[in-house]
C-alpha cells in the first residue's frame, strides 16, 4: 500500500515509488492552495483510492477536501468541471482509463471548450487523473491506453508521465495548469523506484526530456514504452547501435522541435507506445517528422504499438498485444538496415 512519504518538505532527492510520488504531489498541492481539492471512488481513507494513491490524504486533509464520490464517472466529471469554472481548482479521479468514455462528453464538449465558447473569459482549471491498467491482465474492458482519443481535442492537455520524479512534477504542474487536463498512469509503473526531488519539484508540460542520449536511431516513446524502450537500448548498444530515447512526457502540448532535433541528428525514428498503433499517436509523430525531415531521414519512420484488436485477458497473449523490448529493438534494426 502507497504510504505518505516521510518529508516533503526537503529539497533534497529521495528514492520513492512511482505510486508514492503521485501521492507526494497530490499532498503538496493540497496544502499549497486550500482551492485545492479530491474527488473520486473510494479516495478517502482507509480505502485510498484502488491503487492506493490517496492514502493518507483524507486523514490529513479532512474529508471535506478528498471526497469519495458515488459511482458515476459523469458524475465525477461533471462535479469537477463546474467546480472548475466557479474558481476551484479540482482533481477529479476516474479509476480505470477505459471508464473514461462515460464522461467524455463532459471532458470534451464542457472543459475543453470553456475557455473559447467564453471569449477567454472562463478558464477550466480541472485534472482528470485516470490510470491505465494495460499489462495485468484485466481483460479487453480494463485495459486500454486511450490517450489518442483526446490529443484530437482542442483544448485539453495530456500528459502522461514515466518516472517517479516525472510523476511528480508533472502531476503538479498539471493540477496548478489553468486550462484542463488529462493525467494518465500507469499502474504497471507504480512499483517503479528512481530519485524525486521534495519540495516545490515541477516539471514544465509540453517539455520532452532525452532519457538516453545516442546517434544512430531515436526512439520516441512516452509512458511505460519508454522502460521498454531503453531495455531496448541497452541490448542494441551490445550490437554496436546507439541509440536515444526521448521521453514526450506530455503529448499535448507536444514538444515537436525537441523531436525534429533529435531525430535530425539521427536520421532515423522509430515510434513506441502503448496505445493501439493503427491511428494512434505514433501515427502524427511519423506525419510530422516525414514532412519536416522530409530528405534527411536515411529509412521511413517505424512504429510499434498495441495490435489493432480487443485486449486479451491471457497472459501470452495480452504480452503478445503490447510492444516489447524485443519488438522496439526489431524496429530498430530495421532502420539501420534500410538501404534507398
Known sequence: MTTLSEDSTTTQPRTLRYAAALNEALDEALAADPRVFLLGEDLADPAGGVNGVTTGLSTKHGKQRVLD????????????????????IPVAEIMIMDFISIAMDMIVNLAAK????????TPCPVTIRTASFGGLGSGATHSQ??????????????????TPADAKGLLKSAIFDPD?????ETVALFGTAGEVPGGDHFVELGVADVKRSGSDVTIVSYGRGVLDSLAAAEV???????????????????DLPAVLRSVGRTGRAVVAHYAVEFAGPGAE???RISADL?????APVARVGGRYRPIPAARNLEQAFYPTPDRIAEAVRATIRFRR
Not at 69 to 88: N, R, Y
Open 236 to 254: 542494441l548498444a551490445g550490437e554496436g547501435i546507439d541509440v536515444e530515447v526521448l521521453d514526450l512526457r506530455t503529448l499535448v502540448p507536444l
Open 69 to 88: 464520490t458515488p459511482i458515476s464517472e459523469a458524475a465525477i466529471a461533471g462535479a469537477a468541471i463546474g467546480a472548475a469554472i466557479e474558481g476551484q
Open 180 to 184: 484542463p487536463c488529462l493525467f494518465v
Open 145 to 162: 491506453t486511450l490517450e489518442s482519443w483526446f490529443m484530437h481535442v482542442p483544448g485539453i492537455k495530456v500528459v502522461m508521465p514515466s
Open 294 to 298: 522530409f530528405g534527411q531521414l536515411k
Open 114 to 121: 470553456a475557455r473559447f465558447m467564453s471569449g477567454n473569459r
Open 285 to 287: 509523430l511519423a506525419a
